[in-house]
């Protein structure tokens, strides 16, 4: 018993007596220096603005792009909502791509606010924006090494749509915020969000509409906090961020209003029939779809397109609405970043 014992005493000793193992390092990330090289960029006079000619049918135009950051693999190009609104809503995500080493394009697509904003009819159509978005890519050297397309609203639909004809050039694909029908998406409000308000506010705002008395301060005073403040961004209206403020006060209506109609809360403009949802599984790309709880979109139609992409992956906001990027920003960003980290990484199938 007791040469039982010391062998113990020895090998504990001997278990002791071995160096410990280092720690292990902390997972390092990205390096800023790299980061924010601009060596060789043509964008460093202005800050990683470029302003991009377009041709249409129209004749040319210029489109205003800023780059923020520097990742040969990682290159997210920012399609805003509207149509017709700006860039500036996606400010937010400067508080988050940064620091994860993703490079990102901020950019107002014609008709908004710091590009061309042509009094053109015409120019307000679906595969006009596509080519635009394409001549986008191109200027900036995007392509399917490093391409990356967030569209967040009808920004999502002009991403379906791009997907659709150029997706050759895409290495991920986002589409935030936004279904793939519009008549879903209006029967969606019809049968459960307009419901929920005061019928008396429903009918005020319906009257409105049918004189198309659109300028009527009372429209947006009714919108605002009956609709907007609970299913666009959950947060008192006076509280909103200045991005969104801004981002809102630039709205062009001469593209918004034909093409979407006069407010959220339906579509009557010339998207009002648009319906991609059989054409999903064409896109073979890993794609992200984002929804939300209290959004304008059916956030169960939002997890359903993601089985219908071939490659697709759902993100549920649960605290979110339609600009999820703000009133869930944590589980927007965390989801957001995963997929492009996983797509760059192939663990997205």
Same mark, same amino acid.
């Given at each position: 018993?007791?040469?039982?014992?010391?062998?113990?005493?020895?090998?504990?000793?001997?278990?002791?007596?071995?160096?410990?193992?280092?720690?292990?390092?902390?997972?390092?990330?990205?390096?800023?220096?790299?980061?924010?090289?601009?060596?060789?960029?043509?964008?460093?006079?202005?800050?990683?603005?470029?302003?991009?000619?377009?041709?249409?049918?129209?004749?040319?135009?210029?489109?205003?792009?800023?780059?923020?950051?520097?990742?040969?693999?990682?290159?997210?190009?920012?399609?805003?909502?509207?149509?017709?609104?700006?860039?500036?809503?996606?400010?937010?995500?400067?508080?988050?791509?940064?620091?994860?080493?993703?490079?990102?394009?901020?950019?107002?697509?014609?008709?908004?606010?710091?590009?061309?904003?042509?009094?053109?009819?015409?120019?307000?159509?679906?595969?006009?924006?596509?080519?635009?978005?394409?001549?986008?890519?191109?200027?900036?050297?995007?392509?399917?090494?490093?391409?990356?397309?967030?569209?967040?609203?009808?920004?999502?639909?002009?991403?379906?749509?791009?997907?659709?004809?150029?997706?050759?050039?895409? *290495?991920?694909?986002?589409?935030?915020?936004?279904?793939?029908?519009?008549?879903?998406?209006?029967?969606?409000?019809?049968?459960?969000?307009?419901?929920?308000?005061?019928?008396?506010?429903?009918?005020?705002?319906?009257?409105?509409?049918?004189? *198309?008395?659109?300028?009527?301060?009372?429209?947006?005073?009714?919108?605002?906090?009956?609709?907007?403040?609970?299913?666009?961004?959950?947060?008192?209206?006076?509280?909103?961020?200045?991005?969104?403020?801004?981002?809102?006060?630039?709205?062009?209506?001469?593209?918004?209003?034909?093409?979407?109609?006069?407010?959220?809360?339906?579509?009557?403009?010339?998207?009002?029939?648009?319906?991609?949802?059989?054409?999903?599984?064409?896109?073979?790309?890993?794609?992200?779809?984002?929804?939300?709880?209290?959004?304008?979109?059916?956030?169960?139609?939002?997890?359903?397109?993601?089985?219908?992409?071939?490659?697709?992956?759902?993100?549920?906001?649960?605290?979110?609405?339609?600009?999820?990027?703000?009133?869930?920003?944590?589980?927007?960003?965390?989801?957001?970043?995963?997929?492009?980290?996983?797509?760059?990484?192939?663990?997205?199938?």
């Amino acid at each position: 018993m007791k040469a039982i014992a010391c062998c113990a005493l020895v090998l504990t000793f001997a278990a002791c007596a071995q160096p410990a193992a280092p720690p292990a390092e902390p997972a390092r990330g990205p390096d800023p220096a790299a980061y924010f090289d601009t060596t060789g960029r043509d964008d460093v006079l202005s800050g990683g603005v470029r302003v991009i000619p377009i041709t249409t049918p129209s004749g040319t135009f210029k489109v205003w792009t800023k780059r923020v950051g520097n990742n040969p693999r990682i290159k997210v190009l920012l399609l805003h909502g509207g149509p017709g609104a700006t860039h500036e809503y996606f400010e937010a995500f400067d508080s988050y791509l940064p620091k994860e080493g993703i490079e990102y394009y901020y950019y107002d697509q014609l008709g908004s606010a710091f590009s061309d904003q042509p009094k053109d009819p015409s120019l307000w159509d679906v595969p006009r924006f596509v080519e635009e978005v394409e001549q986008v890519r191109q200027a900036l050297g995007l392509d399917v090494s490093n391409f990356y397309l967030l569209g967040h609203s009808w920004g999502g639909i002009l991403a379906m749509e791009y997907a659709l004809k150029y997706q050759h050039n895409l *290495k991920g694909l986002v589409i935030s915020n936004m279904m793939s029908s519009m008549p879903a998406y209006v029967d969606y409000a019809e049968k459960v969000l307009i419901p929920g308000m005061d019928p008396k506010v429903v009918a005020e705002i319906r009257e409105i509409e049918t004189r *198309k008395d659109y300028e009527n301060p009372r429209y947006m005073e009714l919108l605002m906090p009956n609709y907007y403040a609970f299913h666009i961004l959950r947060m008192p209206p006076e509280q909103w961020p200045d991005p969104v403020n801004r981002a809102f006060a630039r709205l062009n209506k001469d593209v918004y209003i034909p093409m979407q109609g006069p407010s959220e809360m339906s579509a009557s403009g010339r998207l009002e029939k648009w319906d991609r949802t059989i054409d999903l599984g064409k896109i073979k790309v890993p794609t992200l779809a984002i929804g939300a709880q209290h959004d304008t979109m059916d956030p169960k139609h939002m997890e359903k397109m993601a089985t219908l992409l071939a490659k697709g992956r759902y993100l549920f906001c649960p605290n979110g609405s339609h600009m999820a990027m703000y009133d869930d920003q944590k589980t927007y960003f965390e989801g957001l970043v995963r997929f492009i980290k996983d797509v760059d990484q192939g663990r997205v199938p």
